[in-house]
């Protein structure tokens, strides 16, 4: 049997961007992808949408694994949010990136540089009166 945690934990940026954390530790696989399902699901109850990976601990990860990833970030960034994943050791990244995993996620060397990742893209979104769509009186 696997080995396998998530803790989850907030944090906020230099200006002040909220971000949910999940770090994870240990083997992630078919065995234990439920409890990173889980911490997903948690996240979206509670609409946190700008979500940070934290793998410094993870020891492991499989397909099954990677496979949690795909089938929560549609739903996320449809809410307006992101996953960034960081901190990630040699050999699980060489896993992420095996199957192509950098085109489709920002994948930082640390969580510092996830958080400034966010922190960027809510400095390019558009304020609310930019919104697409939105009737506008001149």
């Given amino acids: 049997m696997s080995n396998f945690s998530v803790h989850s934990r907030a944090a906020h940026s230099a200006h002040d961007v909220a971000v949910h954390v999940l770090d994870l530790e240990g083997e992630l696989d078919a065995h234990t992808a439920s409890d990173l399902e889980a911490a997903f699901e948690q996240c ?3 609409d946190h949408h ?4 934290n793998g410094a601990d993870l020891d492991y990860i499989s397909s099954a694994g990677l496979g949690v990833f795909m089938a ?3 739903d996320v960034r449809e809410a307006g949010g992101d996953i960034k994943i960081a901190n990630l050791k040699p050999k699980v990244y060489n896993v992420f990136d095996l199957l192509g995993f950098p085109m489709l996620f920002d994948i930082e060397d640390t969580e510092e540089e996830a958080l ?10 558009p304020e609310p009166s930019d919104a697409p769509g939105e ?4």
């Fill in 50 to 53: 700008r979500i940070i990976v």
């Fill in 135 to 138: 009737n506008r009186i001149a």
């Fill in 116 to 125: 400034a990742r966010f922190e960027e893209n809510a400095e390019d979104a």
């Fill in 44 to 46: 979206r109850a509670e």
């Fill in 72 to 74: 929560y970030v549609e």
